[in-house]
């Protein structure tokens, strides 16, 4: 008993002692108690002795599964230094810190670092380190296709994270919540301690619009959730339409009928219906832009029929139709189209009237109908055309001068098929009128000696024209007209004569009559008062031609030295769509004759023009040289003429800048409107003289309202044509604006219309799920308090929207006052507050709900509900513990029964039933018995809650 004693006070002793030294070593050493590494990284076991003994050796041993591995791994000691492939040498003997190799999961645990002291003291302290292992992430795709279904699987696994990852799925920045995907996660367990999690998302291809689907995984050793993004095939509506089109095959007309289908994916299933047993030719074509299925129907056996194209997509709810009725043709007349004949009564008259001698005449029949093309047969006084008239190109044509041969009754018979039509007309021939020439008019004067003369021609006119002086009140000469004929035309010469020197300027006019003219015709001519010398015999009024307004005679005397007058000008005019310059240089001088030349830019390209020479008299000659080119060929460059003559010591230059032509200017835009639902789509074009030509291309079945403005500026014309749309009939799509020019080219501009969405209306308070009876959570609940004012509910809306409308109601449709994005109680909260709301976003016609319920809570209300749950807690444990006492007790007796299997036997039968009695039983045990079974069919049901 007494050695007993000493053990027992000697282990208490040294468990004290090592108590102690525990406490000492925790005062003396500094170190970390856990380390978190990460596999395949490297990480520092720190240790530093802060006492005062002398170290004698230091190193660091490992403890696993409670048991204590006394050999050092790495440490100071006699020896120096040492350490092994996972914990690298120490610093020093008070410094302890090793780098660790962090190479397995099997590392993991505790570790401690001893000092001894020359002493023989020892100090120790515990570190205990953590290993996680960082996931390897692998993202796959996958499809499949059930009962006609297209699927799309997005397997996401995190292999061998440790601890186990989190796995989510996000598409576009947000997190899956709609109905159409559903997501299975599974977890698999290694024998090294690390799991793998596996997450399939799936959802069926043509409720998916979004072409990406990103993986989240979260795990301690990454510093930020890893996104691992995959594209995924998407479908597109396509825009599906029909077309007709007539064909003409070996003189045959054919109608081409196109069941159309562009920009979908995948391709829509097409079908063309036709109430018909006929073999017809059909053909199905797919490119790159559509798909194409066309049947060729005889144009006249299928007049009035309808055609059905059907459409089958994925994107579509219902099959797709589009109805295309072949129309029926008819030929209810034809008349005479004004071809440009003069002196010709079209306007619904059966009479023609032609001018004897009048030359190329073209007239022309048309066709009141929609045949596509008709034959025509033309007969004079019930025979053939006469001599000189032909039918060219469906259209009478006189070759020659028209004679009064070819007049009488016509009839032209107009046929296709069995449609048919007939023109009665009749043309007559007026005598050929009295041939008309204008004259040629000039003025001028000059000086004869002691007198001044003007004179005034009209020459080569028929008849011969009127000639009279108009002069200024009081003054008065002597004048005469001269007639002279020639081949037919005659001409006049008028002359007056004034004295030399008048002490004022005078202006004589010149009146011309002729039978040509809608009224006189004036040529003014101005004598300078005197002081006015000309070094030659005349001084002359010039003209470009006859028909222009003479200029005054200048009061600078021309002279045999005299530089010409050069003059340029320039117009403009467009021929077949292309722009055509004409410049005209017109040179007045002394004889001789200036020379012209033209020349493009500054180098030696020489233009050929037409020159004309009008020699007014032995003295004064008029030179005029034209060129017409195409604009876009000296664009940007500068036109000269070349004007060489004596009296020049070198050539003179005028030039002229041909413009660059600019090319249209054609924007597409498109917006909002304010006070509309509509969309404006706005093409807008800015040409240089030509009348622009703008359309929207859009679908047949897609109703929209255009407006056409246009404007004139000089050559420059300024058109708009605007675009009114709802936004769900091209969401998403490319609106082109298509420009054409009067010669055919086009230039075309598209505008993307946006894609909206709202995906989501989200409570951002706390909630709680409602559940139903069966445990299914059917929407959130949220509390609010009693009698406090200004309690707010905040809101988000998920999309892309740029705006939205929300507006959140009660269950009775009362609207509740918003705050932007907060449904806001001004009043105190009541009990009235309590109930469901609804909240909606809406943008055109997209729009996104939630419903939540709303409890008002006071603190009677929390105090009941605390003291119900605290005493249904406490009354259900006494009753289980009553029933398990009693059941033990029960138990115990029925050990007594001397035939256990068959009481076994009846405990499993039903209450009730006759065959579960044992025999020999009375009625007072079988009481017992059944009493005893349905109190253990009542503790298993509540075992089961």
Avoid at 255 to 281: H, K, M, Q, Y
Avoid at 323 to 328: A, E, G, N, Q
Avoid at 451 to 472: G, K
Avoid at 604 to 627: K, N
Wanted: charged share 20%; aromatic share 6%; hydrophobic share 35%.
């Amino acid at each position: 008993m007494g050695c007993s004693g000493l053990l027992i006070l000697g282990l208490v002793l040294n468990v004290a002692h090592c108590l102690e030294t525990l406490g000492q070593s925790d005062m003396i050493i500094e170190s970390k108690e856990s380390i978190t590494a990460v596999l395949g990284d490297d990480t520092y076991l720190s240790c530093r002795y802060l006492g005062g003994s002398q170290i004698q050796k230091a190193a660091w041993k490992r403890q696993v599964n409670s048991i204590f591995k006394s050999r050092a791994l790495a440490g100071i000691s006699g020896k120096g230094p040492f350490g092994n492939a996972v914990l690298s040498e120490p610093e020093s003997l008070t410094n302890l810190t090793v780098k660790m190799n962090v190479s397995g999961v099997e590392l993991e645990g505790e570790y401690i670092c001893e000092f001894e002291s020359e002493e023989e003291d020892s100090f120790a302290s515990r570190t205990f380190v953590t290993i996680l292992v960082r996931p390897i992430i692998q993202v796959l795709v996958d499809a499949e296709t059930i009962n006609g279904t297209h699927y799309q699987s997005v397997s996401c696994s995190a292999i061998g994270g440790r601890p186990p990852p989190q796995i989510r799925w996000l598409i576009d920045g947000l997190p899956v919540t709609h109905h159409l995907f559903t997501v299975n996660a599974s977890t698999a367990a290694h024998s090294n301690g690390t799991s793998t999690l596996s997450s399939v998302l799936r959802f069926p291809t043509h409720l998916q619009d979004d072409d990406r689907v990103t993986c989240e995984v979260q795990h301690p050793t990454l510093p930020s959730p890893a996104l691992t993004t995959v594209r995924v095939e998407t479908y597109a509506r396509p825009n599906v339409s029909i077309e007709a089109a007539m064909v003409q095959r070996g003189g045959t007309e054919f109608w081409v009928v196109s069941c159309l289908s562009s920009g979908g994916r995948p391709d829509a299933d097409i079908s063309l219906a036709l109430n018909t047993d006929d073999e017809l030719r059909r053909e199905n074509n797919t490119d790159s832009d559509a798909q194409r299925s066309s049947v060729y129907l005889p144009a006249t056996r299928y007049e009035g029929h309808n055609v059905t194209c059907a459409f089958v997509h994925p994107k579509f709810t219902h099959p797709e139709t589009r109805v295309k009725t072949l129309p029926s043709f008819y030929l209810t007349g034809a008349r005479l189209m004004d071809s440009g004949i003069k002196n010709g009564d079209l306007q619904g008259s059966d009479w023609l009237k032609l001018q004897e001698g009048q030359r190329d005449v073209v007239i022309g029949l048309q066709v009141t109908g929609n045949v596509p093309r008709y034959n025509v047969t033309c007969k004079k006084d019930d025979g053939l055309l006469p001599d000189g008239v032909e039918l060219v190109d469906g259209r009478l044509a006189v070759q020659g001068p028209v004679e009064h041969r070819q007049a009488g009754p016509y009839e032209c018979t107009f046929s296709y098929h069995h449609h048919r039509a007939t023109l009665h007309f009749n043309i007559t021939v007026n005598p050929r009128p009295a041939r008309l020439v204008e004259p040629a008019i000039e003025a001028y004067w000059w000086r004869d000696g002691g007198r001044r003369v003007i004179e005034c021609s009209a020459a080569d006119a028929v008849p011969a024209a009127n000639m009279s002086w108009l002069l200024p009140e009081g003054v008065s000469g002597d004048s005469w007209f001269n007639f002279t004929s020639h081949n037919g035309s005659q001409s006049v010469r008028g002359v007056f004569l004034l004295p030399a020197c008048l002490p004022w300027e005078l202006t004589a006019v010149c009146v011309i009559n002729h039978a040509a003219f809608e009224k006189p015709e004036n040529r003014s001519i101005t004598l300078p008062m005197c002081g006015t010398v000309c070094s030659t015999e005349r001084c002359l009024c010039l003209t470009s031609g006859h028909r222009f307004h003479l200029t005054s005679c200048a009061s600078t005397p021309v002279s045999n030295t005299a530089r010409p007058n050069v003059t340029v000008n320039s117009s403009t005019d467009w021929k077949d769509g292309e722009r055509f310059t004409t410049v005209q240089c017109s040179a007045h001088s002394v004889a001789p004759a200036a020379a012209l030349t033209w020349r493009v830019g500054g180098g030696d390209d020489i233009i050929s023009g037409l020159t004309e020479t009008d020699v007014r008299d032995e003295s004064l000659v008029c030179v005029r040289s034209s060129v017409r080119f195409s604009s876009a060929a000296y664009a940007g460059r500068n036109v000269t003429c070349v004007v060489q003559h004596p009296s020049l010591e070198q050539p003179e230059n005028r030039s002229i800048h041909i413009p660059v032509h600019k090319a249209p200017e054609l924007s597409v835009s498109v917006m909002r409107q304010q006070h509309s639902r509509l969309w404006l789509a706005v093409c807008e074009c800015t040409a240089e003289d030509v009348r622009a030509h703008l359309a929207w291309v859009v679908p047949e079945n897609v109703k929209g309202q255009t407006t056409l403005q246009s404007e004139f500026e000089g050559h420059a014309t300024k058109a708009r044509l605007t675009y009114q749309f709802p936004l769900e009939s091209h969401e998403g799509q490319d609106l082109t604006c298509v420009y054409q020019l009067e010669h055919g080219a086009t230039e075309e501009r598209s505008v993307r219309i946006p894609k909206y969405r709202i995906t989501a209306v989200r409570v951002l308070n706390h909630t709680t799920p409602l559940r139903s009876r069966s445990g299914a959570a059917l929407i959130q609940r949220l509390s609010l308090e009693e009698n406090q004012r200004n309690q707010k509910i905040l809101l988000q809306v998920d999309g892309n929207v740029p705006q939205y409308e929300l507006s959140c109601k009660r269950a009775d449709g009362s609207f509740v006052h918003m705050e932007g994005l907060k449904m806001a109680f001004q009043a105190a909260i009541t009990e009235r507050d309590e109930g469901l709301y609804t909240c909606t976003a809406s943008f055109y016609h997209h729009t996104a709900q939630v419903q939540f319920h709303v409890e008002v809570m006071c603190e009677e209300k929390l105090l009941a509900l605390v003291s119900v749950i605290g005493t249904s807690s406490a009354a259900a444990v006494a009753i289980l513990a009553i029933v398990a006492l009693w059941v033990c007790c029960k138990i115990h007796r029925r050990t007594t029964f001397k035939n256990q299997e068959s009481l076994s036997t009846f405990l499993m039968q039903e209450p009730g039933s006759p065959e579960g009695k044992r025999p020999g039983e009375t009625q007072a045990d079988s009481k017992e018995y059944a009493h005893l079974v349905s109190y253990s069919i009542v503790i298993d049901q509540k075992s089961t809650v």
